[in-house]
């Protein structure tokens, strides 16, 4: 049986994300992406039944690279608020939309009575390295696309953080200026891409506590195969930090050997940013539960 909150909607519906940021005991969460086909979709929802039995703080079903994948997006969100304990966040960017189509989407996710929104601009359709272009309709920035969320509804929004620096940004002084740009609109926490070396984390951390009152949880990702540190790096924008390549590169021909590096790397990592006060942590799953549980199991979490 559903229990009830504010409204008259279930609890996991409008459990306060900054919330549990807050509390004392880390935040844990998952990050999923759409599925591209039947087969994929069966594996995904395995993975995401197999983690909500440990309780995530909250769960996020990216868009795909680009902006693609939007409607599969919605979809799954609303399927997880729908049919599973798990309080979604629902991801939402500027990619190719219309400041109607973003009302639409937002209107969509609404229905579904899903109350958490990540807000990002999004990268470049085609070419994730390509040169942003609005929508001529549309928003050019993530602090832009906050306000008019919350605009929109009682909502809460997340957002984008970038500890190695933004691809297209000069330095980390923009990127905390952007951040706090983004607070000032309503963004209430933070998460950033997956975290390689914890001292970029806790250099942004520290610089953007220093303004505004906002939780920044560290990404976290268990690698699990050589070829996906070369298409993070690519995602990322960013060189991953040589100790990490080396570690991975010396046991590239062994898969099973790269992945329990990989995980060994995840937990060393997550550890030091749970020791250092990291509100919690958000697992990049790759739509894969088992190294996650891993992690997790490792970690005491």
């Not at 942003?132 to 957002?159: I, K, M, Q, S, Y």
């Not at 540190?229 to 390549?245: D, N």
């Not at 590096?261 to 958000?282: F, N, T």
Request: hydrophobic content about 40%.
């Amino acid at each position: 049986m559903a229990h009830f909150g504010g409204g008259g909607r279930p609890e996991h519906l409008v459990a306060s994300i900054p919330a549990r940021l807050r509390d004392a005991r880390p935040a844990v969460s998952f990050e999923f992406f759409p599925p591209k086909d039947d087969a994929a979709e069966v594996l995904l929802w395995d993975a995401i039944r197999r983690l909500e039995r440990v309780r995530p703080a909250f769960v996020s079903v990216t868009y795909g690279a680009g902006g693609t994948s939007q409607d599969r997006t919605v979809r799954v969100t609303g399927r997880i608020a729908d049919e599973t304990s798990l309080t979604p966040l629902a991801h939402l960017t500027c990619v190719d939309q219309s400041v109607a189509d973003l009302r639409r989407v937002v209107g969509q996710y609404a229905d579904s009575g899903v109350r958490n929104v990540l807000a990002l601009r999004g990268d470049p359709p085609g070419d994730v390295r390509g040169t942003w272009r609005n929508h001529p309709d549309g928003l050019d920035h993530a602090e832009d696309l906050v306000r008019l969320v919350r605009g929109l509804g009682d909502f809460t929004l997340g957002v984008a953080a970038f500890p190695d620096v933004h691809p297209d940004s000069p330095d980390l002084d923009h990127d905390v200026e952007v951040l706090v740009r983004k607070a000032d609109a309503g963004a209430e926490f933070a998460i950033t891409q997956m975290v390689f070396d914890p001292a970029t984390w806790l250099r942004l951390r520290d610089r953007v506590a220093a303004r505004r009152d906002l939780p920044v949880t560290p990404g976290l990702m268990p690698v699990t195969s050589y070829r996906q540190i070369q298409r993070m790096s690519e995602l990322m924008g960013t060189p991953l930090p040589p100790g990490v390549v080396e570690r991975l590169e010396v046991v590239k021909d062994d898969p099973a050997a790269v992945r329990a590096a990989g995980v060994e790397i995840a937990v060393e990592i997550g550890r030091r940013l749970l020791d250092e006060g990291a509100p919690g942590l958000h697992f990049i799953t790759m739509n894969r539960s088992t190294a996650t549980l891993e992690v997790h199991e490792a970690l005491g979490l």
